[in-house]
């Protein structure tokens, strides 16, 4: 006789369960419906939102040119190498690499990615073929920052005609301080995919 009362209350609690378990899917499918049918565009556009990433393109400063387009001005680009210290798994191997591009002695770059400090800068100025192939390395705790470098192949002949750009790339008198606004560069922006871990994903060959 006092099993019935012990069966009826497991019923009922094997029924609470089923209710619990029922509305719990039912939460989980309404979600999934809401996701992916009935906000299926948006969530796509904000899944590739996370994945995007705005990368400046930087652009040089325009050349100057006489009127028979012989080159009075022009920018060189030159690269700044710097290093997060705290990103470097083998400073020795990375120093020994780095040796020729810089045009540095392995030990003297190998003090400077020891250093105590969370960034250090490796060189100034460095050409454009020496920064690609330090970039091809890939190496992690690595940045190369571009900066223009402006030369002027005629020399000293117009420099009183021509003036000159400061640090901060702006004209200072003479044609590059006139027309400033008009040879001053404008960056681009360039919108890419990018992976889990932070790189770029390259783009797939356009096919006919």
């Known amino acids: 006789m006092s099993s019935e009362p012990a069966i009826r209350i497991d019923e009922r609690r094997l029924l609470a369960l089923a209710l619990c378990l ?56 030159q690269w700044d190498i710097g290093a997060s210290t705290r990103l470097i798994a083998r400073p020795e191997r990375l120093a020994v690499s780095l040796a020729e591009p810089l045009n540095q002695p392995a030990d003297q770059i190998l003090i400077s990615l020891n250093a105590n400090k969370k ?64 040879l001053a560069p ?3 922006i360039l919108r890419v995919e990018m992976g889990g871990d932070g790189r770029e994903l390259p783009v797939p060959p356009l096919t006919c």
């Open 22 to 77: 029922t509305f719990a899917v039912a939460v989980i499918v309404g979600q999934l419906v809401r996701y992916q049918v009935v906000r299926h565009s948006e969530t796509v556009r904000e899944a590739d939102e996370l994945l995007q990433s705005n990368i400046e393109v930087p652009s040089s400063r325009g050349e100057i040119r006489d009127a028979n387009g012989h080159l009075l001005a022009k920018d060189l680009l």
């Open 119 to 182: 960034w250090v800068r490796l060189a100034r100025g460095v050409p454009q073929q020496a920064a690609e192939q330090i970039m091809a390395m890939e190496e992690p705790g690595i940045d190369c920052a571009p900066r223009p470098l402006r030369v002027y192949p005629e020399g000293d002949l117009t420099s009183h005609l021509l003036g000159i750009v400061n640090e901060m790339g702006v004209g200072f008198y003479g044609v590059e301080a006139y027309y400033d606004q008009d």
């Open 186 to 188: 404008v960056s681009g």
